[in-house]
């Protein structure tokens, strides 16, 4: 998505040393069917952002860090957008409910599994997600991302990232339920939240 909204085709994108290795390893897969060169960066160092400004995509932080960490990314949001890239974070919902939301640093694109918010493991999966952007962005969404894989027999394999297969197969043709749509999770989601109520004090207790 960051890709397709730059305003001329640039090919680097990068990544703070403490995302999680399993994202930058989905951004390592996709980016490099696209021909993008993805950078791992760290950024305590000012001129870590500046060695790529001028074929810079954008720039993907986790929130909070995987060492837990809590940063203030403000002036390196500004400092990429001046670059003309976009700002991505990888956030957590749960640890949104008590810090202060990507809006504040003027992130672009925000994007995060919801399985901490209210939905239980499932012994791997399904898991939600939630994938948000911009205003200026929104006209960018991807209705479907579609992964090519192998499975265990060694065949080829297709598989949809952002929507499931159901979605996509009217009633009377479909040879399995609906179990695995994601409106199931994401509903699981909303009245998780919906339980335990807006107050502050309230997030903070199941949060600990």
């Known amino acids: 998505m ?3 909204t730059a305003k001329m085709k640039r090919h680097t994108f990068l990544i703070d ?9 989905v951004i390592r897969g996709r980016a490099e069917g696209l021909g993008i060169t993805v950078h ?8 870590s952002v500046d060695a790529h400004k001028t074929d810079l995509i954008g720039l993907l932080i986790q929130y909070p860090a995987k060492t837990g960490q809590i940063n203030e990314y403000t002036e390196i ?4 957008h001046d670059l003309g890239g976009q700002f991505i974070c990888a956030a957590d919902l749960l640890a949104l409910t ?3 939301p990507p809006s504040t640093f003027n992130a672009d694109i925000v994007v995060g599994s919801a399985q901490r918010f209210g939905v239980p493991m499932g012994f791997g999966g399904p898991h939600a997600a939630f994938f948000a952007c911009s205003e200026a962005n929104k006209r960018k969404l991807p209705g479907r991302l579609v992964g090519v894989s192998k499975d265990r027999l060694d065949h080829r394999a297709l598989r949809l990232s952002l ?6 197969i009217r009633r009377e043709k479909a040879t399995s339920n609906i179990c695995t749509s994601q409106a199931l999770l994401a509903n699981m989601s909303a009245f998780y939240a919906i339980y335990h109520g807006p107050e502050v004090e309230q997030r903070q207790r199941f949060c600990c």
């Not at 791992?40 to 001129?47: A, G, H, K, M």
């Not at 929507?163 to 996509?168: F, G, L, P």
């Open 40 to 47: 791992e960066i760290d950024l305590t160092s000012p001129s």
């Open 2 to 4: 960051a890709y397709a």
């Open 17 to 25: 040393k403490n995302v999680f290795p399993q994202t930058a390893a």
């Open 163 to 168: 929507q499931t297969r159901e979605q996509h």
């Open 98 to 100: 008590i810090l202060e």
């Open 77 to 80: 949001s500004q400092k990429v």
